[in-house]
């Protein structure tokens, strides 16, 4: 194997894919977060509609949107590697362990967070993703705000949203600093203010993504 | 003088060899006193087995202060017990209470196959060391020592990595049993200092290439190595190697 | 006497090492791929000889009865290495370093030798630093230094507390890499239990796989010991649990004789014994003495905490014996010193067996120079107190941290309780001017040798003799032996000598399975070392001596008819191997009772109390007794005396003053 493509399939290396799929996520949560954001306008959906519509149409975003996919798809293939494999380098567990002696449960539970947030965005794709591009390829169109204010009526909807936010503000709460680190960026000045974004940005996305359902559902904003 | 009056049961993993199954075995002791270290303790236990005719249980332990890095025990779910930057042949009685239960169990990992009771194989860190943890200097090679200065703080930072006393306690507690604070300690050290320079990149692939032929795990930073290290070495010496081999792979001309 | 030649080259003291080096015969590179060397030990002598060796291009095997050889024993030596390299410009040089070396071993040591160990010291330091140990640097990136005892210049480099392990690693990493290219073969959990020996030359090994319990014969064309002291023998020691005689000892009952086995160093400032579970001492490395004040209460029984003490009241005893060299004494001086305390009643703590290690003074002095640095000029004490302590944290923090997890006491607020524990032995097997025993090919490097120390070895030295001996000594050495033996094809491992020595060891093994008696093997060892340090410690006499040798004897015969070695041999089984070293330790006891009884005079660490000043110093004899006690094997309890003369051309020898 050649010293390139080792680069990306070692131990090191799957984690710098891990690390660097985990931050283009984490940008595309910007965008995402940022454009949900518009509905707080509360002028009836309006200039969010807009937004929507960008994003639906644009043909750079419908490129990046490939990427997106891909980065995701990357992500999740590298985790079920790596989780294989770390559980084979422990055949025989620890008949008594305290994990919480030396590391936060969300650290050691990225996977089941991971599969929490995939069938959560199954059901969001579902929702929103798979509409839009119905109207898309079927040239109709498609008011993002009347099916965001449709969907939200169900309280379950909303409670599986919130789940949904919940375990992806824990994933970020380890994997913003997480990917960092795996990238090699540890310094004495600057991973403290690295850490530090990363607490606000673990509790302000998931926070704005959840007050989108809640305030729909309540009629805060119509 | 003191004098022992605790009572305790402990749990040990018992293995008759590599190749046998193993099981937890209770043991009830008696007037233990809480200055003695935890490996005393084991002495105690020892040779009350011994004098009733059964197998004493093996454990690793050397040097009893904590620098030899052979202790390996894991304790109540910790590896050198509950008490932070200490091995376990620094671990003291008067850490437990009277009438505590203590699971004591050997480090558990792949990389490093149980030989006996308590006692493993730790040679895969041996192997990690010779494929790359040196520099390359044959004896009588070298310029006068200050011929070279070396800023405090670099020398400092080198020092604390170089610090690792390879017991494993690391891969011991990492969910994934990773092995990668141990290699970075000695990639760290030597990519600070000057003299490890010319082998730089060239290390750091060797040296992740045998951590990971040797079937340790994948670092997910949880911090559970640094957490319990006995010697504190830090997580900065993972993102070191991770810069240092990215660099190697990338921008490395030299295949490794 | 005929049968010691020191091969001492000839020529002046200072050009010995230098002419002979250039003198000994070489071995041409394809000749020593085929000449194979055994090196067994992989602490500082044996990690620095084997890869120096095979870096040469000899073939070489290393044994280790730990699971890596990072983890021999040198790696707790905590406090630093010498070297003659007047970094600090305060006047040191090689004949400084060689004097104060000869003096510290108070003229029991060889010229030639200790002044080729000065000579070679500066290049450990450098080859330790090209191998990337870190070790203490100022702000301009130079090379620290601290002051060790019996010396009046900074010498010492170190790594913190930490200076054994640093090097160690060094040694260690340099050994891998050779592991590594495949021109060592490393075998770890492996213990030498015989040295094979054909038509009077070392041949090779038995060793045990201490895993399988499979006994192994190794061949080789030397070779070369580098297997630590024999501390142990005391049971209470500041050595490892497994440090111990046995490859020594075996190559004693094959013919290597052993030299001044009643030279053992008891250091000064160890962690005092707190009871009976205590399965080993540990050490409060000797920099603490740089800062730290030793004294006792002028009071017997002082009841109150020694902070309460008032500075008039307590006895600085050190300072007023010896005011010039102060807490900086030699070791044996300041041990003797503290018994002396104790045992007129001034100890302090519950056992009354601790004088009190006192950083106060020091701390405050620290804390008022911070104090100074940051404007501050006129601090009250509190604030130096508290400045101070991050320094002596800086310089100590280690130690610190390791006193209090012992003793659950915090040594920044209350002094430390320090007493005497054995430590080190300057004896060991005799070996020539090239580190060669009286078995010819047979050599012997490191604390496992008597050569360099006299009768006491200065602190920071150890360190330095080890890597001396493997990395700049040995490698050269040797070679005036191999290249006399490129004819010779290695011999195969059937042969009689082989067989037979393989068959001794099975027949021990067999006896020590066969007694199942009712006492275990620590059982023995803790007598041993109670026979050992009442009668054989810091201070002996004729009459304890005799009492000595008649207990051992008694107590080897009680261990060979009532130890129970549980178990079986071919398996991983610690207690057997236990048993192998204690039988051992048991007959070197012996040997260091009859040799401390022959050595009618007291010097460096052996005090006779027969022997000594009205003041109660040691009172060597020159006149009798300026010789290398080498003694033969011969038989059960019998040992032949060998005298090698010691001869002063370049120092004059005087009485020891430190005062």
Redesign the interface.
């Known amino acids: 194997m050649s010293s390139l493509s080792k680069a990306f399939t070692s131990s090191i290396g799957k984690k710098f894919v891990m690390g660097l799929t985990g931050l283009f996520l984490i940008s595309f949560l910007i965008i995402h977060v940022s454009i949900n954001a518009l509905i707080f306008l509360n002028d009836g959906g309006e200039t969010f509609n807009v937004a929507a519509d960008f994003m639906g149409h644009n043909i750079i975003v419908r490129i990046l949107e490939i990427g997106l996919f891909l980065g995701i798809i990357l992500h999740i293939v590298q985790s079920l590697i790596l989780t294989q494999q770390n559980n084979a380098a422990r055949p025989q567990k620890y008949a008594y362990n305290k994990p919480e002696a030396n590391s936060k449960w969300y650290s050691r539970s990225m996977g089941l967070l991971g599969t929490l947030i995939l069938m959560f965005l199954v059901m969001h794709l579902y929702h929103f993703w798979w509409p839009t591009k119905v109207a898309v390829y079927t040239h109709q169109e498609h008011n993002t705000f009347q099916n965001i204010v449709m969907i939200f009526q169900s309280p379950i909807v909303v409670a599986v949203y919130i789940l949904g936010v919940v375990s992806l503000g824990y994933h970020l709460l380890h994997g913003f600093q997480s990917a960092f680190q795996s990238m090699g960026w540890n310094h004495k000045k600057w991973t403290p203010v690295v850490r530090t974004i990363g607490v606000w940005f673990s509790i302000i996305v998931p926070l704005v993504f959840a007050l989108m359902p809640i305030a729909v559902h309540f009629g805060w904003i119509s | ?4 009056n605790m009572n305790l049961t402990l749990k040990v993993w018992r293995q008759k ?1 590599k190749n046998s199954a193993g099981k937890l075995v209770d043991y009830q002791l008696s007037g233990i ?1 809480p ?3 935890f ?2 303790m084991f ?2 236990l ?2 009350q ?3 009733k ?4 249980v ?1 454990f ?11 202790c390996s025990m894991f304790i109540n779910g910790q590896p050198h017990g509950p008490k932070d ?2 091995t376990t042949c ?1 671990l ?1 009685m ?1 850490s437990f209470k009277d009438g505590d239960t203590i699971v004591v169990e050997p480090w558990r990992a792949k990389a490093f196959p149980v ?2 009771d308590l ?1 493993v ?3 895969a ?2 192997r990690i ?18 011929a ?5 703080v670099q ?2 930072a ?2 604390e990595a ?2 690792c ?2 017991c494993g306690a690391c891969v011991a507690t990492c969910k994934n049993a990773s092995a990668m604070l141990f290699v970075s300690a000695k990639v760290s ?2 990519a600070l ?1 000057p ?2 320079q010319p082998e730089r990149y060239r290390r750091v692939q060797s040296m992740v290439a045998q951590m990971d032929e040797e079937g340790f795990g994948n670092c997910t930073n949880t911090g559970a190595c640094e957490a319990e290290c006995p010697k504190g070495i830090s997580l900065e010496n993972i993102a070191r190697m991770n810069r240092d081999y990215f660099t190697a792979k990338f921008a490395s001309e030299e295949e490794v | 006497m005929s049968k010691l030649n020191s091969n001492i080259p000839e020529g002046e003291l200072t050009q010995k090492w230098t002419k002979y080096k250039s003198s000994i015969p070489l071995v041409n590179p394809a000749n020593k791929r085929s000449l194979e060397v055994i090196v067994v030990g992989s602490g500082l002598a044996g990690a ?1 000889a084997a ?2 060796l095979a ?1 040469m291009g000899y073939k070489v095997k290393c044994f280790c009865f ?8 040198s ?2 030596a905590q406090g630093g290495i010498n070297a003659a ?1 007047n ?1 600090q410009n305060d006047g040191d040089s090689v004949y400084r370093l060689f004097y104060d070396t000869i003096k510290g071993g108070d003229y029991r040591a060889r010229e030639a030798n200790v002044h080729r160990l000065a000579e070679v010291s500066v ?1 450990i ?19 620290d230094n601290r002051s060790f005892g019996g010396t009046q210049v900074q010498r010492t480099f170190y ?2 507390g ?1 200076t054994g ?2 090097l160690l ?1 060094g040694a ?3 050994l ?2 050779q ?2 290219m495949g021109k060592v073969q ?1 075998y ?1 959990r492996h213990e030498m239990l015989d040295v094979v020996v054909i038509d009077g030359k070392a041949r090779g090994i038995i060793a045990r796989n201490l ?1 399988t319990g499979e006994l192994e014969r190794h061949f080789g064309h030397a070779v070369v010991l580098g297997t630590g002291g024999y501390g142990n023998v005391f049971y209470l020691s ?1 050595n ?3 440090s111990n005689v046995t490859a020594a000892w075996k190559v004693h009952k094959k013919g290597a004789f052993f030299a001044n086995p009643c030279y053992t160093q008891i250091h000064p400032t160890c962690i005092p014994v ?7 001492l ?2 409060m490395s000797e920099s603490l003495r740089n800062d730290g004040r030793i004294w006792v209460p002028k009071q017997k029984d002082d009841p109150r905490k020694p902070q309460d003490i008032p500075e008039e009241e307590r006895d600085y005893y050190l300072e007023r014996r010896y005011p010039a060299f102060g807490n900086l004494v030699p070791r044996d001086v300041a041990s003797r010193a503290a018994k002396e305390r104790c045992d007129a009643g001034y100890g302090v703590g ?2 009354k067996l601790a004088v009190y290690l006192d950083f106060a003074a020091n701390t405050e002095r620290y804390g008022r120079i911070e104090a100074s640095k940051q404007g501050n000029h006129n601090p009250d004490k509190e604030t130096c107190m508290r400045l101070g302590r991050e320094v002596v944290k800086e310089k100590y923090g280690n130690l610190f ?2 006193y209090a ?2 003793t ?1 006491e915090n040594p920044y607020e209350t002094p430390m309780r320090i007493y005497p524990a054995v430590h080190y032995t300057m004896g060991g097997v005799w070996v020539d001017y090239n580190l060669m025993t009286t078995i010819p090919g047979l050599y012997c490097t490191g604390e496992a040798n008597f050569s360099d120390h006299g009768a006491n070895r200065l602190g920071a030295s150890a360190l330095m003799q080890g890597l001396a001996d493997g ?2 000594v040995l ?1 050269y050495t040797i070679g005036a032996y191999l290249s006399k033996e490129i004819a010779t094809k290695p011999i195969p491992t059937d042969h009689p000598a082989f067989v037979e020595a393989e068959n001794n060891v099975k027949a021990t093994i067999d006896k020590f399975l066969s007694i199942n008696g ?1 006492k ?1 093997v ?2 023995f060892h803790k007598r041993l070392g109670h026979i050992m340090w009442e009668y054989c410690g810091m201070a002996r006499n004729r009459q304890g001596l005799e009492k000595a040798i008649s207990d051992i004897q008694a107590l080897r015969r009680e261990f060979w008819s009532d130890v ?1 070695v ?2 079986s041999a071919d ?2 089984n ?2 057997l191997e236990k048993a192998h070293r204690v039988a051992d330790f048991i007959e070197l006891g012996e040997l260091m009772c009859i040799d401390a009884l022959n050595r009618e005079e007291s010097c460096g660490g052996h005090f006779r109390e027969e022997h000594q000043t009205e003041e109660g110093e040691a009172k060597r004899d020159d006149e009798n007794f300026a010789y290398v006690a080498a003694w033969e094997y011969k038989g059960e309890s019998e040992f032949e005396l060998h005298k090698e003369e010691l001869n002063y051309e370049n120092i004059k020898v005087a009485q020891r003053n430190y005062k």
Do not use: W
Request: net charge negative.
């Open positions: 003088m003191s004098t022992g060899n006193s200055d003695m270290s490996l005393e002495d105690v020892n040779e087995l011994i004098t005719g059964e197998e004493p093996v690793d332990h050397d040097c009893r202060e904590g620098i030899c890095g052979m930057l200490v620094q003291h008067r030989i006996k006692a194989d730790r040679s860190f041996d060391i010779a494929a790359g943890g040196f520099v390359s200097v044959n004896t009588g090679n070298a310029q006068d020592a200050n070279l200065p070396i800023p405090k020398a400092d080198a020092f170089a610090a006393i390879g050290q030597l200092l003299q490890g | 620095s890869a120096t870096e730990q699971d890596s050889p990072r983890r021999a024993h790696i707790a390299k970094y290049n330091i450098d080859q330790c630093v090209a191998q990337g140990v870190p070790l203490a640097r100022e702000y301009g990136g130079l090379l790594a913190a930490q392990q640093q690693l260690y990493s340099a891998e890499r592991v590594g490393m770890t895993i500041t490892a649990m497994g707190s009871g009976d579970h205590q399965s080993k540990t050490l519950a056992s941290d390791m997890q012992i659950g990395y700049f490698p009712t275990s620590d059982h129970k549980p178990g398996e991983f610690p207690e």
